[in-house]
């Protein structure tokens, strides 16, 4: 089964602080993967995508990489804001289909 | 530029009562999606759309129907409300498939009693 996984579930951190968040997918044959921020209450909104060609992305603080091979990503959050404190979700499509498979999210909470 | 618009923000519904989610982008996106959100699950595809006139089931289709008559227009019809249908539901949108960005509207939380 197309499965997309996260980890942690949910993360504590303080003010100015940087974190990494995980994803493991075994969605085949891949054609990209892509971060997204959901506030509460307020649809998924964009980070970054990447094809299997990319093994980083940045935007602002947020940086993901990819390793295709052994099929993990990651989303480096730099000198972490409260503005920060969001569900973020990975999400993988499979190639020749037009469908995203999510993941469950990381739950992140940025205290000051 | 409005974005994804859906409506309305908050319904309840009773089992047995059939309603219309609307969804509407103004980005002349060809492809629409809907999905539900659960607690400690994943969004799960219902519906999307690769143009108007031309729609496809995703991976929870069961009880909901939908149709693309225009680009803008992409509306998800609920036709005998179920507890299990309770949800917070998200339309989507993106220039193109696969490699363009989802736009998502801000959700409509439903509650079936």
């Known amino acids: 089964k197309n499965q997309v996984e996260q980890s942690p579930q949910s993360l504590i951190i303080l003010e100015g602080k940087n974190c990494t968040l995980q994803?493991?997918?075994?969605?085949?044959?891949?054609?990209?993967l892509r971060w997204y921020k959901q506030d509460t209450g307020r649809g998924p909104v964009s980070l970054t995508i990447?094809?299997?060609?990319?093994n980083t992305k940045s935007n602002g603080r947020y940086t993901a990489t990819l390793d295709a091979d052994t099929k993990q990503s990651s989303l480096h959050i730099t000198a972490s804001q409260l503005s920060d404190s969001a569900s973020y979700i990975c999400?993988?499509?499979?190639?020749?289909?037009?469908?995203?498979?999510f993941g469950t999210g990381t739950r992140l909470k940025v205290l000051a | 530029n409005a974005g994804v618009t859906q409506t309305p923000k908050f319904q309840v519904l009773k089992t047995g009562q059939s309603m219309t989610l609307q969804c509407a982008q103004d980005?002349?996106?060809?492809?629409m999606s809907w999905y539900r959100q659960d607690p400690g699950m994943g969004l799960r595809l219902i519906h999307y759309?690769?143009?108007?006139?031309?729609?496809d089931q995703g991976e929870v289709p069961n009880g909901y129907n939908v149709s693309r008559s225009t680009t803008e227009d992409f509306p998800l019809r609920l036709l005998s409300a179920a507890p299990s249908q309770t949800s917070v539901y998200f339309c989507?949108?993106?220039?193109?498939?696969?490699?363009?960005?989802?736009?998502f509207g801000n959700g409509t939380r439903l509650t079936v009693t």
């Open positions: 759309s690769v143009g108007a006139g031309i729609t």
């Open positions: 990447m094809t299997f060609s990319e």
């Open positions: 999400v993988v499509s499979k190639r020749g289909t037009y469908k995203y498979i």
């Open positions: 989507a949108s993106s220039e193109s498939f696969p490699n363009s960005p989802l736009h």
């Open positions: 994803c493991n997918y075994t969605v085949s044959p891949f054609s990209n």
């Open positions: 980005m002349n996106h060809e492809y």
